[in-house]
C-alpha cells in the first residue's frame, strides 16, 4: 500500500474520489494530465493496494475510495500524533441533493462463522462500534435498536432486510445520535462474506445515502472495520479517542 500511494499521479486520483466517489475511468481521465492507458494502469496499482474498489453498474465500471487501510494506518501508528488532521479530512460535503454510496473492502484472519458472529452478536460488537451495538434479532422484517450504556439514549435504529449467514446481512439505518444525523433519511448497509483461504474478505456497502448530507452517517466505517479486525485477530480493543465514545465507565 505504501508503494501505492507514493506515486503523485496515484493521490491525485484518490483526491478526486475522496472529492466525488464512484466514479468512471472516463470521469477521472478527464481530470488528470494523463492518458486513458495510464489513469487505467495506475487504478489497477491502487485496487491491488486495496484503496479501490470497482463496482459494476449496468454497463459502467465505477471506482470507489476504500478508506479502511488508511484508516489502519493511522489507528496503530498516527492517531496520536495526527488525530485532528486526519478527522478534518472528513469535511467534505456536496450539495447536489442525489443518492451516494460508499464501499468499504478489509480482509480478516477468521472463519466466516466467526466474524458473523462479531457482526451480529452484541456483546462483541459494542467492542469495536464505539461501545454500542443493535439489539434484537437478526431477522428479516424485524426492528433492533443501537443503543450503548455510555450514551444514555438510543443511537439509532434498523430494519433487517436479508439475513443469510453466515454470507450476506442487509439492514437498513437511520441515526439518532446527533442533531445532524436524526434529519438524514433512512440509508441502506450491505455487508458481504467471503471465504479466501484462511482468511476472510469483507465488504461493507453503505447506500441510499443523501450526497450533500452529514458525513456522520457514514464517516465511522474506517474506525469501525479497524475495530473488528483488531478485536477478531488479536483480541485487542482499540482505543483511538473515537472508538471509546460510548463505552460505559
Not at 64 to 73: A, K, Q, S, T
Not at 126 to 147: C, D, H, I, M, R
Not at 232 to 246: D, F
Amino acid at each position: 500500500m505504501f508503494k501505492a500511494l507514493a506515486d503523485p499521479t496515484r493521490r491525485s486520483l484518490l483526491d478526486e474520489l475522496f472529492r466525488e466517489d464512484g466514479q468512471t475511468l472516463s470521469a477521472l481521465e478527464a481530470r488528470v494530465p494523463m492518458t486513458r492507458f495510464g489513469v487505467m494502469k495506475h487504478l489497477k496499482q491502487l485496487e491491488e493496494a486495496g484503496l479501490v474498489i470497482p463496482r459494476r453498474r449496468g454497463r459502467e465500471k465505477l471506482h470507489f475510495l476504500n478508506p479502511v487501510p488508511i484508516r489502519e494506518i493511522h489507528d496503530r501508528w498516527v492517531s496520536k500524533y495526527a488525530e485532528p488532521w486526519v478527522a478534518g479530512l472528513a469535511g467534505l460535503k456536496h450539495e447536489l441533493e442525489t443518492t451516494m454510496e460508499k464501499i468499504f473492502e478489509i480482509y480478516i484472519k477468521t472463519t466466516p462463522d466467526a466474524l458473523w458472529n462479531a457482526i451480529t452478536d452484541p456483546e462483541v460488537r459494542a467492542k469495536y462500534t464505539f461501545g454500542a451495538a443493535p439489539v434484537g434479532e437478526w431477522k428479516v422484517g424485524a426492528k433492533l435498536q443501537l443503543s450503548a450504556h455510555g450514551a444514555g439514549f438510543v443511537l439509532g435504529e434498523c430494519e433487517v432486510l436479508e439475513v443469510d449467514p453466515p454470507r450476506r446481512l442487509v439492514h437498513t439505518m437511520d441515526a439518532y445520535f446527533s442533531e445532524a444525523a436524526k434529519v438524514e433519511p433512512t440509508s441502506r448497509v450491505t455487508w458481504e462474506i467471503e471465504p479466501v483461504g484462511d482468511s476472510c474478505r469483507l465488504v461493507l456497502t453503505h447506500d441510499q445515502l443523501r450526497e450533500g448530507g452529514t458525513d456522520e452517517i457514514w464517516g465511522g466505517w474506517p474506525m469501525i472495520l479497524s475495530g473488528l479486525k483488531t478485536w477478531l485477530e488479536s483480541g485487542e480493543l482499540l482505543t483511538t479517542p473515537g472508538s471509546l465514545m460510548y463505552v460505559g465507565t
